[in-house]
């Protein structure tokens, strides 16, 4: 089956939608800084989506764009200014940056309480000691679709194909603090299909259009599909979705976790909005 993300996304957008209201009536206007410091193709659609989910939701934004000639210091000026502006609650800085700029010491300049990607050292050692006050949005989504498919996480094997800081890492440790048994498989795997084929929840965040066939899954399985490829004018995952979806659950591409990834930053933004200003 092909799993309905669209019930869960109207269901959050809701849930949102009142809480953001609730906030407005007491004064407070929840507000997303975005910094980008990259020409990236990809990034242009991710910011896209996330300005088309704040303006519907009436969450306020601003966005700070650096030309590639740009320092580190700069941007770290603006991270401190932003980190001590009360009507900011959320910074978030769009990755990649151009190649120059060092990404740890950019982002590790936001303050823990404003880190609504959760991408800092701090809020990532959260996750690692199992704490989870927030996790990274694409992450979080992962979680949600699974949780309102009430997937049984103690003791299943999880699989997870990638080991990016944005997905693989995050997802990895989210499901390990859930008791799945977690394996990692990344480029230099031997033999994927041999861990595939165990998985019960097979996570694809691989950047590698269909790698995912039919014959490397387990039936019944609950595959979640994070690949967004361009072939042909098209976009397709990482999973051959029209295959393997007569044999386990997996989530659509495009409109599948990508949709998801901007309701939990919005949830993220949320929440720590809240927290801060209780
Ligand atoms: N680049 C790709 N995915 C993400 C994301 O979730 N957050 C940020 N900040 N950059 C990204």
Do not use: W
């Not at 994927?192 to 929840?201: F, G, N, P, R």
């Amino acid at each position: 089956m092909i799993i309905d993300i669209n019930t869960i996304i109207e269901e959050k957008k809701m849930n949102l939608k009142k809480k953001i209201e609730k906030l407005n009536n007491s004064g407070i206007y929840p507000k997303l800084a975005v910094i980008v410091a990259s020409d990236d193709e990809a990034s242009k659609i991710y910011i896209k989506n996330k300005k088309k989910i704040c303006d519907e939701l009436g969450i306020l934004q601003e966005e700070y764009s650096f030309i590639s000639s740009t320092s580190e210091d700069e941007i770290i000026s603006l991270i401190k200014n932003l980190n001590e502006d009360s009507t900011v609650h959320g910074i978030l800085v769009q990755l990649p940056l151009f190649k120059h700029l060092n990404k740890f010491k950019i982002l590790d300049s936001i303050c823990y309480k404003k880190d609504v990607d959760a991408f800092s050292r701090n809020c990532s050692s959260d996750i690692y000691l199992g704490i989870e006050n927030i996790l990274p949005c694409t992450p979080k989504g992962i979680i949600s679709i699974l949780d309102n498919l009430n997937v049984a996480y103690e003791g299943a094997n999880a699989v997870v194909i990638g080991r990016s800081n944005i997905v693989g890492k995050p997802i990895a440790l989210a499901l390990l603090n859930r008791n799945c048994t977690v394996t990692i498989c990344h480029r230099k795997t031997k033999d994927l299909e041999k861990y595939t084929k165990e998985a019960d929840i097979l996570i694809v965040s691989a950047g590698s259009p269909h790698l995912v066939k039919a014959n490397m899954v387990k039936e019944g399985a609950t595959i979640i599909d994070v690949g967004i490829n361009r072939e042909n004018g098209n976009i397709i995952g990482d999973v051959d979705t029209k295959e393997v979806s007569k044999k386990a659950d997996v989530t659509p591409v495009p409109g599948g976790v990508g949709k998801m990834t901007v309701i939990s930053l919005i949830e993220n933004l949320v929440y720590i909005t809240e927290k801060e200003t209780k």
